[in-house]
């Protein structure tokens, strides 16, 4: 066998090489690579369109005024560039939807997994899911026709139109499903030997799902808290349309606020001159906000090895 | 009957059997071969037990009895309903939407079927062991004390611990390591934290499901040994595909099989009970000689 091959090596064709030529496997690899490069070059492309004209901002405009001082007034004759009142009013109003969303998401994804029927799961899941369907135009308007009105305004009357607490509130059940259904996942994904561990034990279902399952699947909870309070950090629409458009340093949530992506949507979709130091602030806050979703996910990775590593 | 013991049958069949025979009988405690033929003192007591998920009656018409400070071996080939029977005893089933017990399934004379009786008071006196060892993803120490923080008993965590610990056999190979994952054990450690974990809430009975399927044979002789000495103070009822381990371990064995009925449905039932010794040397139903010489199943 061995001396054929051999001979018909010798002999010039060798049985073994490829006769017929794949085409699609080369197709495919190219259609893929360039997938691939798109979203890297996109990525890339958004850096460098923030990064330059912040820089050119920040040639302008001293880091340590635009981080440490509390006025914000870009479009005034005497313009100031204190970015603290957006920090203020970003963090504020994430904080309440944070608030609102862990409990609620949390609560519903532990219902879901652990106490829900089949039937009642099959229902609920998808109806909850339809909330996350929702465009956030839509949110905004509910927050400030409704909630501020009906809802806010009786409680505390000296409320104004524009307000932390409402976007806050309303973004938190925005944010509900995202944190639910990945939560839930997450705990549908622990398997059913640990509970039936527990509840030989004596355990009630309460002490399972809270000192059994929600322990284990903690590493996917936390994945879903951080994705959560991401997109509330990210949210635009709600907090243009109910909180206001006034850069207020101040922790009252009763009051009107700007947070950094509803000055970014403001000044953008306004008259403001290509070029001008207005222009680039804007970028300067873009940056700012993407460096703070970037140390967020950051955290959020190092939390999510950390319990992979003391549980696996 | 009589084909079944047919002297010219094929060699090698009856070299098999022989062997199988053999082996069985040869392993057998000595200590635990002396128990009496009838209970002393009756912990389970199951009168006409059929088990339904649903419409399928997978378990039907069990009647037996369960002896206190015995190691009760159920064996069986696979799908005759030793894990539903066994479930049955610590109110495991419940957790499984549509399953069903009929018939009466008595600890120390009171029906655990009854409606006042509350599952989680059972499954505090009624331990279980699993197949897979399915520790918490806590540390060790977390591990056995589980059972007593969520019963609120006022103990000394700490001499629990270690007393558990010791009594599983495994306190010397973790002593140090308390605080380290238990994730980190091997499997037959594994196995034991659950045994210490089960005990540490201080039950009267402890159900052990293929508590060795996954476990090298090593692992299993530290267990088997583990479970003669625990035998002491608790009552254990173990399920095993093993024949030799029920040989080595029980003191009673309970031989179950699937009958097929008229509409093709198979539904467990008991087919002998009684003293190892005799079910291994000389079984009075030929479908558990069968089985024990390794012709079916
Ligand atoms: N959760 C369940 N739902 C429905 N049928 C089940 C369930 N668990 C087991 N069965 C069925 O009950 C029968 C007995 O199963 P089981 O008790 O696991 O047998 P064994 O432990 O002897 O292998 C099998 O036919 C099995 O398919
Ligand atoms: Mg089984």
């Given at each position: 066998m061995s001396g054929q091959s051999a001979s018909s090596v010798a002999g010039g064709l060798n049985p073994l090489r490829q006769t017929k030529p794949r085409y699609g496997e080369a197709v495919i690899r190219g259609v893929l690579t360039l997938a691939a490069a798109v979203s890297l070059f996109t990525t890339f492309g958004i850096v460098i369109s923030v990064l330059i004209p912040s820089l050119e901002f920040f040639a302008e405009i001293s880091i340590l005024e635009f981080l440490f001082t509390t006025t914000w007034t870009p479009l005034f004759a005497n313009p100031q560039y204190g970015v603290l009142p957006l920090i203020t009013g970003t963090l504020v109003i994430t904080v309440i939807a944070v608030l609102v969303a862990i409990p609620l998401g949390l609560g519903s994804a532990i219902y879901l997994s652990e106490y829900a029927s089949p039937g009642a799961r099959k229902v609920l899941k998808p109806t909850l899911e339809v909330l996350a369907g929702i465009p956030t135009v839509v949110f905004g308007f509910f927050a400030l026709e409704f909630i501020t009105q009906y809802v806010l305004k009786p409680i505390f009357p000296s409320i104004q139109v524009f307000n932390a607490l409402s976007a806050g509130l309303v973004m938190g059940i925005m944010i509900i499903p995202t944190i639910a259904s990945l939560s839930e996942d997450a705990m549908a994904a622990v398997p059913s030997g640990l509970r039936d561990g527990a509840y030989a034990l004596g355990a009630t279902k309460r002490q399972t799902a809270l000192r059994v399952v929600v322990p284990a699947a903690l590493s996917g909870i936390v994945a879903a808290f951080v994705l959560g309070i991401s997109r509330a950090i990210g949210e635009t629409m709600i907090v243009t349309i109910a909180a206001g458009l006034q850069p207020n340093m101040t922790l009252n949530p009763l009051q009107g606020m700007q947070t950094m992506t509803s000055y970014i949507a403001a000044a953008g979709s306004g008259d403001v001159p290509t070029g001008s130091i207005e222009y680039k602030s804007i970028f300067a806050v873009g940056l700012l906000l993407f460096a703070i979703t970037f140390v967020m996910n950051m955290i959020s990775i190092r939390l999510v090895r950390k319990y992979r590593q003391a549980y696996q | 009957m009589s084909e079944l013991h047919d002297?010219?049958?094929?060699q090698a069949t009856s070299d098999l059997s022989n062997t199988g025979r053999m082996d069985v009988s040869a392993v057998l405690d000595e200590g635990r071969a002396s128990v009496p033929d009838s209970i002393r003192e009756v912990v389970f007591n199951l009168d006409d037990v059929h088990i339904f998920y649903g419409d399928f009656e997978a378990v039907s018409d069990v009647t037996m009895q369960i002896g206190k400070n015995e190691i009760t071996a159920f064996i069986g080939p696979s799908g005759c309903g030793k894990s539903t029977l066994l479930r049955s005893f610590n109110r495991m089933n419940d957790l499984i939407p549509g399953a069903r017990v009929e018939g009466l399934l008595a600890y120390h004379g009171f029906n655990i079927y009854a409606p006042e009786v509350d599952p989680i008071e059972v499954r505090r006196r009624i331990g279980m062991v699993f197949q897979k060892p399915n520790v918490f993803p806590k540390s060790i120490y977390e591990n056995v004390a589980y059972g007593p923080k969520v019963n609120g008993m006022k103990v000394n965590m700490d001499d629990l611990v270690e007393d558990c610990l010791t009594r599983a056999a495994l306190w010397d190979e973790v002593k140090d390591d308390l605080k380290k994952s238990a994730y980190a054990l091997s499997g037959g450690q594994q196995q034991r934290l659950v045994i210490a974990r089960c005990i540490a809430v201080k039950p009267e009975v402890i159900l052990m499901d293929e508590p060795c399927a996954s476990l090298d044979p090593i692992a299993t002789a530290k267990i088997e040994d583990l479970m003669k000495e625990l035998a002491a103070d608790y009552t254990i009822v173990i399920v095993t595909h093993n024949m030799q381990q029920a040989a080595r371990v029980s003191d009673r064995t309970a031989f179950f099989t699937a009958d097929v009925d008229a509409k093709g449905v198979r539904h467990g039932r008991l087919v002998e009970y009684g003293p190892t010794r005799s079910i291994f040397t000389a079984p009075n139903e030929p479908r558990t000689e069968d089985y024990i010489s390794g012709r079916f199943g």
């Open positions: - | 002297p010219n049958a094929p």
